[in-house]
């Protein structure tokens, strides 16, 4: 017999759940902070775990020196191949992550709901190469490149494109999908301004490229709808 209390509205989650690669990528992100805060406080590991940081920058940020030297010598060495990858799980400090975290959950979730959890993993991962590798060949300054941004502004790209999408089917200005990248961008050029520049925007920057381009491709039907509209024009 169906039970009528089955379909209460109590039945329901408050709050929708992560998708559970936002969940994973969150909980890695955030492990590796913790570590190293505990580190840096000297909460745990001595001594020695206040150049904790220093170390694991040192040996998992991606670094353009390193990316032109393996070019030239044609020799691309596990170790720093995976740089491509691990960098987007160091942070330069607890604000720089806690930031991050905030941006990949936010945005993360309601882009997931949407795509589903796989398409958000790969979006991400997709930022992050694409953005590494934009700033091994356009960056001069020689900072290495670390934190998750390129990944999130990959979601960014994500996020732009099915709110493009969205507006397009509605009939809307099509250009207010894009507010939310100007936001950003505008932002980090203020705080470029105040408090120095580096060249990390060209592996974020990219990194929404990315996302953007990559959205047909990732979005359910998306590929199939972009199709439609090419044979349509």
Known sequence: MHDPDSDHPRNEPAVNPLPWSVLALFLVIAAVEIVLTLGERGIAGGP?????????????????????????????PAEHLMRFVTYAFVHGSFTSTAFACVMLLALGKWVGEVTGALSVLFGFFLAV??????????????????????????????????????LKATGDNQFRAFGLIGVLMALQLVFGVLFGVDQTWIADVTGAITGFVAAPLLVPGGFAALLHRLRRD
Request: charged share 10%; no cysteine.
């Open 48 to 76: 020695a775990a206040i150049g904790w940081r220093l170390q694991v920058i040192r040996d998992y940020s991606f670094s353009a020196e390193i990316f032109d030297w393996m070019r030239a010598q044609g020799h691309w």
């Open 129 to 166: 190469i694409a953005g590494a590798l934009a700033y091994g060949l356009f960056a001069s300054d020689g900072y290495p490149l670390l934190g998750a941004f390129p990944g999130v502004y990959g979601l960014i790209g994500l996020f732009t494109w099915l709110l493009w999408a969205r």
